[in-house]
């Protein structure tokens, strides 16, 4: 079965069907939740994850006891999330919202993406639209914590290779690089990716899109001062400051005016 051939840029298009199903499999990291419960620590609860998908790490943290609330655009993530939820037993609060829509009522301490999540807004549009969003939910004394980097151009010889995985039951998820572009004036890198679940007789295919676009340091932090917040530290890999040569880093940003 053909699931879809899509080329929509919209996380909340791409991480659907059999891709959220074969996700967690397939992903090529995973989150040591300390960091966070750090963050969360320094900066009190409650809490907000942005891009919790299926619930790494958010649900590592709700284990500990912290207030910690989730926000995705997929809503096929959500779903998983809330499964894997009520698996460990534990209670979570989630939101389905993008990131530059996001209308949640209440203001959080802590706000934070867990890896370089933003670099999955498409353009500086909805970029900015997502910074106005934080500072609107951030309590006038709480943090964000954006992490981004610049994506290292895909070597030719990465086109056409393949990882797979064979779960228990024998089923095989396998992902393939079918294509990739990169334009350096729009900032964006474009992976063409296929998607298959061979399980018996069901064959599911999805061909997705995975767009990457990245902004540099200095343009960042001018695009967050504009939406109303500060730019309180950056710091490269390891938790030192950034440097202008570093590829990637992360924000922690305050609302405009605070300085704790």
């Known amino acids: 079965m053909d699931e879809s051939l ?61 207030h910690v609330e989730g926000l995705d655009s997929s809503a096929d993530m959500l779903e998983r999330c809330r499964v894997a939820a009520d698996e460990r037993g534990v209670d979570v609060v989630l939101h389905l919202a993008t990131f530059q829509s996001m209308d949640l009522g209440r203001r959080y301490r802590s706000i934070y993406l867990a890896g370089a999540t933003f670099n999955l807004l498409s353009d500086d549009a909805a970029a900015e639209a997502a910074l106005e969003r ?45 294509d990739a572009e990169r334009d350096e004036a729009e900032r964006t890198q474009t992976t063409t990716l296929r998607y298959e679940l061979i399980d018996g007789d069901r064959h599911t295919t999805a061909d997705r899109s995975w767009i990457l676009h990245w902004i540099e340091q200095e343009a960042f932090a001018t695009m967050a001062e504009r939406a109303g917040l500060s730019v309180r530290g950056v710091y490269a890999d390891g938790g030192t400051p950034a440097t202008s040569h570093d590829t990637a880093f992360t924000f922690v940003l305050q609302p405009a005016g605070q300085h704790t």
Not at 40 to 58: N, T, V
Not at 143 to 150: D, I
């Open 6 to 66: 899509d080329h929509s840029p919209e996380p909340a298009d791409f991480y659907t069907g059999v891709v959220a199903e074969m996700y967690r499999h397939l992903r090529s990291e995973t989150f040591d939740p300390e960091p966070y419960a750090r963050f969360i620590a320094r900066w009190g609860q409650p809490a907000l994850e942005l891009g919790c998908g299926d619930g790494d790490p958010i649900l590592d943290l709700v284990a500990r006891g912290l």
């Open 134 to 178: 934080i500072a609107a939910h951030l309590e006038p004394e709480g943090a964000a914590l954006v992490s981004l980097f610049v994506p290292q151009t895909t070597d030719a010889a990465d086109v056409g290779s393949v990882r797979e995985h064979l779960m228990p039951d024998g089923a095989l998820m396998r992902l393939t690089v079918l």
